[in-house]
């Protein structure tokens, strides 16, 4: 693997394909990639800082370096001139920001416009809707700005009725979008579908969103990445957080290098922070594992039997659902839920079901041979939203938790606004849901929760495949 000007020579661990955030006492050190179609197509990774070699003083410190913890940074910098220090257990972007399935979607967790509704108020749910559509305005404008060459392709989102009894409720939503939020959602039928954007064999119609965008998940991090240095953040891999105490109002990271003392702590871990990072953090997330596949390039004939005329993001109505998309260079990439726990991550049936769901959507592709294949935790909150908010009874300690799955376009948004909670200024921040209290706790530990979760995937999986 390539490695940049600071990380050469640097030693490294092996990739543990079985990592569980659930179980492991360390987020690991020093880790390589996971074997990742991002991380085998982006080229050598910009430089860094390096590890965190001694005790520093800082204003800022920034606990993840993926989409969330670098928007943070870039933010940070750009408009409060406050040059924050990313702390980053492993490599930059090491976890869900270069395993994703590069699909920006307008939207953050795993709720509907009309969920959101049922659970607030129409209000509410307007004030949330005009937060993503901010939110996606200026993720395209950062990729603009900093010249980020992370390949968009832009043509909005199609979510893909997997079956005829999935059609009415997206017709019901796609009604709600226009006639309530003034957005422009369509509905498509099977042949409309397939004559104008791909010949997915099992769809029965789609919703069509304005919004959405297909991005290269690697060159996306290692842009924010570059962007966040040029401004002024530092950058420190290999430097996981193994303590954390406060006195006198004062945070005590403690690494293997050395610790930092910072006046305020920013948390963007995702799905890869440790239980015990920190009592307030614990347990308020159930990482869950998704899997992904990329095959090899299609030739001309496979290609016209998919009939791919988009390269936007294609995701189905299943509860355990299957997002997929054409890439650039004419391979096809499709993930979904997995594994429950790490150990069973390398299990063959989890490669297995996920190629039998790419033949159901393209029969000519079932026996495609793989140039990639690769997993990683999803940080799903247990109200299926996230949250961008302070720790309660820790002073100057935020955190930014909880996309669920939809964090690629967000986490540009969710780092902005981590940013202005950092910096005093919350009063920029809209008076929204994801902007108070904090992510629920069941009341159980995460590890017996997995015993239900194991219960509501074949539930899942039963109610997604009958008529």
């Not at 009725?161 to 939020?181: D, G, N």
């Not at 290609?303 to 390269?311: E, I, M």
């Not at 961008?388 to 939809?406: H, K, M, Q, S, T």
Request: charged share 20%.
């Amino acid at each position: 693997m390539n490695m940049s000007a600071a990380t050469a020579g640097r030693s490294r661990t092996a990739y543990d394909p079985h990592y569980d955030p659930v179980t492991a006492r360390s987020p690991g050190r020093g880790s390589d990639y996971a074997p990742t179609y991002w991380i085998g197509t982006a080229g050598a990774p910009p430089a860094d800082d390096g590890p965190v070699t001694g005790d520093i003083d800082v204003d800022v410190a920034v606990i993840g370096s993926g989409y969330t913890g670098l928007s943070c940074a870039l933010h940070l910098a750009r408009d409060f001139g406050i040059k924050a220090h990313v702390l980053e257990a492993n490599g930059v972007a090491y976890g869900c920001s270069t395993r994703n399935g590069g699909q920006a979607q307008i939207s953050a967790g795993r709720l509907k416009r009309s969920q959101w509704i049922a659970r607030w108020d129409l209000a509410t749910a307007k004030g949330l809707h005009a937060e993503m559509v901010d939110a996606f305005d200026h993720f395209r404008t950062l990729i603009q700005d900093y010249a980020i060459d992370c390949e968009p392709q832009d043509g909005g989102h199609y979510y893909v009725a997997h079956k005829a009894s999935a059609m009415p409720a997206l017709q019901k939503e796609a009604e709600l979008l226009r006639q309530t939020f003034g957005y422009g959602a369509r509905m498509l039928s099977r042949s409309e579908l397939h004559e104008g954007a791909v010949r997915d064999e099992e769809a029965h119609g789609a919703m069509w969103e304005p919004d959405g965008t297909s991005i290269h998940a690697a060159k996306l991090a290692f842009g924010y990445l570059r962007a966040a240095r040029q401004l002024g953040a530092k950058v420190h891999p290999a430097s996981p957080v193994e303590g954390w105490t406060t006195r006198n109002g004062v945070h005590h990271l403690r690494t293997p290098g050395g610790t930092v003392r910072a006046r305020a702590v920013a948390v963007a871990t995702a799905g890869y922070g440790q239980r015990s990072l920190h009592g307030r953090l614990r347990d308020r997330l159930l990482p869950i594992l998704s899997n992904s596949i990329v095959t090899r390039p299609l030739t001309e004939s496979e290609l016209a039997a998919c009939g791919f005329k988009t390269q936007s993001p294609l995701t189905d109505t299943r509860t355990l659902r299957h997002y997929y998309r054409l890439l650039p260079d004419n391979r096809v990439q499709i993930g979904s839920r997995a594994a429950i726990t790490g150990r069973d991550a390398a299990n063959p049936r989890h490669l297995a079901a996920l190629r039998e769901g790419l033949a159901r959507k393209f029969p000519v592709l079932r026996n495609v041979p793989l140039d990639y294949s690769w997993w990683g935790w999803v940080d799903v909150s247990h109200d299926m939203m996230p949250r961008i908010v302070p720790v309660p009874d820790v002073a100057n300690a935020f955190y930014a938790l909880g996309y669920g799955g939809n964090g690629v376009m967000y986490s540009a948004q969710a780092g902005r606004r981590l940013a202005q909670l950092v910096a005093g200024r919350a009063g920029d921040v809209p008076d929204l849901p994801i902007f108070r209290g904090e992510l629920p706790h069941k009341g159980l530990l995460t590890p017996f929760r997995r015993l239900g979760q194991w219960s509501l995937y074949h539930l899942y999986h039963f109610q997604d495949e009958r008529g």
